[in-house]
Nanobody, 117 residues
Framework: QVRLVESGGGLVQAGGSLRLSCAAS????????MAWHRQAPGKQRELIAS???????NYADSMKGRFTISRDNSRNTVYLQINSLKPEDTAAYYC???????????WGRGTQVTVSA
Protein backbone atom coordinates (compact mmCIF):
# COMPACT_ATOMS: atom_id res chain seq x y z
CA GLN A 1 0.00 0.00 0.00
CA VAL A 2 1.28 3.43 -0.95
CA ARG A 3 0.56 6.28 1.42
CA LEU A 4 0.42 9.74 -0.12
CA VAL A 5 0.27 12.93 1.89
CA GLU A 6 -0.46 16.23 0.20
CA SER A 7 0.36 19.61 1.68
CA GLY A 8 0.66 23.24 0.69
CA GLY A 9 -2.94 24.15 0.08
CA GLY A 10 -4.66 27.11 1.63
CA LEU A 11 -6.48 30.35 1.05
CA VAL A 12 -4.86 32.67 -1.45
CA GLN A 13 -5.90 35.78 -3.33
CA ALA A 14 -6.41 35.71 -7.06
CA GLY A 15 -3.14 36.29 -8.87
CA GLY A 16 -1.11 34.58 -6.19
CA SER A 17 0.88 31.37 -6.34
CA LEU A 18 1.03 28.12 -4.44
CA ARG A 19 3.34 25.16 -4.40
CA LEU A 20 1.72 21.88 -3.47
CA SER A 21 3.70 18.89 -2.31
CA CYS A 22 2.88 15.21 -2.17
CA ALA A 23 5.12 12.83 -0.30
CA ALA A 24 4.82 9.13 -0.98
CA SER A 25 5.81 6.43 1.45
CA UNK A 26 6.77 3.36 -0.53
CA UNK A 27 10.05 1.57 -0.06
CA UNK A 28 9.36 -1.85 -1.51
CA UNK A 29 8.35 -0.96 -5.04
CA UNK A 30 9.30 1.69 -7.54
CA UNK A 31 6.80 4.48 -8.05
CA UNK A 32 6.56 5.03 -11.77
CA UNK A 33 4.13 7.84 -12.51
CA MET A 34 2.85 10.46 -10.11
CA ALA A 35 0.08 12.82 -10.97
CA TRP A 36 -1.97 15.73 -9.71
CA HIS A 37 -5.73 15.93 -10.09
CA ARG A 38 -8.29 18.33 -8.75
CA GLN A 39 -11.97 18.24 -7.95
CA ALA A 40 -14.13 21.30 -7.57
CA PRO A 41 -17.45 21.13 -5.74
CA GLY A 42 -20.07 19.49 -7.92
CA LYS A 43 -17.59 18.59 -10.62
CA GLN A 44 -15.71 15.48 -11.63
CA ARG A 45 -12.12 14.93 -10.68
CA GLU A 46 -9.85 16.06 -13.49
CA LEU A 47 -6.24 15.43 -14.37
CA ILE A 48 -3.86 18.37 -14.13
CA ALA A 49 -0.52 16.78 -14.96
CA SER A 50 1.57 13.66 -14.54
CA UNK A 51 5.27 12.95 -14.37
CA UNK A 52 7.20 9.71 -14.72
CA UNK A 53 10.22 8.78 -12.65
CA UNK A 54 12.32 9.74 -15.65
CA UNK A 55 10.90 13.24 -15.63
CA UNK A 56 8.60 12.96 -18.61
CA UNK A 57 5.61 15.21 -18.08
CA ASN A 58 2.12 15.34 -19.48
CA TYR A 59 -0.36 18.17 -18.96
CA ALA A 60 -4.05 18.31 -19.63
CA ASP A 61 -4.62 20.82 -22.41
CA SER A 62 -6.64 23.13 -20.18
CA MET A 63 -3.88 23.14 -17.56
CA LYS A 64 -0.95 24.14 -19.75
CA GLY A 65 0.69 27.41 -18.85
CA ARG A 66 0.01 28.12 -15.17
CA PHE A 67 0.73 24.68 -13.72
CA THR A 68 4.15 23.06 -13.42
CA ILE A 69 4.70 19.55 -12.13
CA SER A 70 8.07 18.43 -10.84
CA ARG A 71 9.45 15.54 -8.86
CA ASP A 72 12.23 14.63 -6.46
CA ASN A 73 12.76 10.89 -6.75
CA SER A 74 15.15 10.84 -3.81
CA ARG A 75 12.33 12.09 -1.61
CA ASN A 76 9.50 10.27 -3.40
CA THR A 77 7.84 13.66 -3.62
CA VAL A 78 5.96 15.36 -6.41
CA TYR A 79 5.25 19.07 -6.56
CA LEU A 80 2.73 21.26 -8.31
CA GLN A 81 3.49 24.92 -8.81
CA ILE A 82 0.40 26.97 -9.56
CA ASN A 83 0.81 30.56 -10.71
CA SER A 84 -1.67 33.34 -11.42
CA LEU A 85 -4.34 31.61 -9.36
CA LYS A 86 -7.95 32.23 -10.30
CA PRO A 87 -11.13 31.72 -8.26
CA GLU A 88 -12.03 28.86 -10.61
CA ASP A 89 -8.91 27.03 -9.39
CA THR A 90 -10.69 26.52 -6.08
CA ALA A 91 -10.79 22.78 -5.55
CA ALA A 92 -9.43 19.87 -3.61
CA TYR A 93 -6.11 18.86 -5.13
CA TYR A 94 -5.20 15.19 -5.07
CA CYS A 95 -2.01 13.32 -5.67
CA UNK A 96 -1.96 9.90 -7.33
CA UNK A 97 0.77 7.33 -7.75
CA UNK A 98 1.24 4.34 -10.03
CA UNK A 99 3.73 1.61 -9.28
CA UNK A 100 5.82 -0.34 -11.75
CA UNK A 101 3.74 -3.05 -13.30
CA UNK A 102 0.75 -0.77 -13.59
CA UNK A 103 -0.53 -1.06 -10.06
CA UNK A 104 -2.56 1.92 -8.97
CA UNK A 105 -3.68 4.57 -8.84
CA UNK A 106 -3.14 5.15 -5.16
CA TRP A 107 -4.64 8.38 -3.89
CA GLY A 108 -3.87 10.87 -1.20
CA ARG A 109 -6.58 12.55 0.85
CA GLY A 110 -6.15 15.85 -0.90
CA THR A 111 -5.29 19.39 0.03
CA GLN A 112 -7.78 22.24 -0.33
CA VAL A 113 -6.97 25.28 -2.42
CA THR A 114 -9.31 28.24 -2.12
CA VAL A 115 -8.77 31.32 -4.25
CA SER A 116 -10.54 34.51 -3.30
CA ALA A 117 -11.43 37.14 -5.85
Amino acid sequence: QVRLVESGGGLVQAGGSLRLSCAASENRFTINTMAWHRQAPGKQRELIASITRFGDTNYADSMKGRFTISRDNSRNTVYLQINSLKPEDTAAYYCAAYLEGGRGPYWGRGTQVTVSA
